[in-house]
């Protein structure tokens, strides 16, 4: 199954926080971020494993709780750079198959 | 940048017709995906191949077929094209991760497709 993001949208200011949620309805073993700006490809983020491990690239972090099968994207002192798409994608099976959710529309506003 | 190509870039068919994608790589990596993208519906799965000859159906697979005979191509046939076909397809590469199944993907370029 697809997972769920929220919101689907969200636009800030330079220099404000913003989260994006990542939920399945079944168990996660991991979680994979990824960011797409306009007219171009999917470009990776980050992977959380099992654990709740947090990552970090930038100024943008994750977190990832499997008990809620759940994660978040932070994304800290947003910059222009940061606008895009985001995706978080969850393995549709053991072969490695990435099911991506809809995404959140990012934009940051000078 | 991984060595990853799509071709066509752009195509426009005419409803009926056949079309294939092809997906080409350099990288020497096991998966390779096919991925179409449109508004509102994010990036969906349609095929994947987890080695030579070894595919599986994703998300949307109706009216698609894929093949890989070589490792490094993917071919995408859309056996009789329709309308609701016209979308960005992307083609992915990754190899199995440290301790998940797949590691990285990498993208292609995407190749637009409009069917009339």
């Known amino acids: 199954q697809q997972p769920v993001q929220s919101p689907q949208a969200v636009i800030l200011r330079e220099g404000e926080d913003a989260v994006i949620n990542c939920s399945s309805s079944k168990a996660l073993y991991s979680v994979h971020w990824y960011r797409q700006k306009h007219g171009e490809a999917p470009v990776f983020l980050m992977i959380?494993?099992?654990?709740?491990e947090q990552k970090g690239h930038e100024k943008i972090s994750a977190s990832f709780n499997e008990k809620k099968q759940q994660s978040s994207l932070y994304l800290t002192a947003s910059q222009l750079s940061y606008s895009g798409t985001y995706f978080c994608?969850?393995?549709?099976?053991?072969?490695?198959?990435?099911?991506f959710g809809k995404g959140t529309k990012l934009s940051v506003k000078p | 940048d991984a060595g990853i190509t799509q071709s066509p870039r752009h195509k426009v068919t005419e409803t009926g017709t056949p079309v294939t994608l092809r997906c080409h790589q350099t990288e020497n990596h096991r998966y390779m995906y096919w991925y179409r993208q449109d508004p509102g519906h994010g990036l969906r799965l349609i095929h994947y191949?987890?080695?030579?000859?070894?595919?599986d159906k994703g998300e949307v697979s109706d009216g698609y077929s894929v093949s890989r005979s070589k490792t490094e191509d993917f071919l995408l046939t859309l056996e009789s094209a329709t309308s609701s076909q016209t979308s960005v397809y992307f083609c992915?590469?990754?190899?199995?991760?440290?301790?998940?199944?797949?590691?990285?993907?990498?993208f292609g370029e995407g190749s637009r497709l409009t069917v009339l």
């Open positions: 994608g969850t393995l549709g099976g053991s072969q490695g198959n990435l099911i």
């Open positions: 959380l494993l099992k654990g709740g």
């Open positions: 191949s987890y080695g030579v000859k070894d595919t």
């Open positions: 992915a590469i990754s190899d199995p991760g440290t301790r998940t199944p797949t590691g990285e993907l990498f």
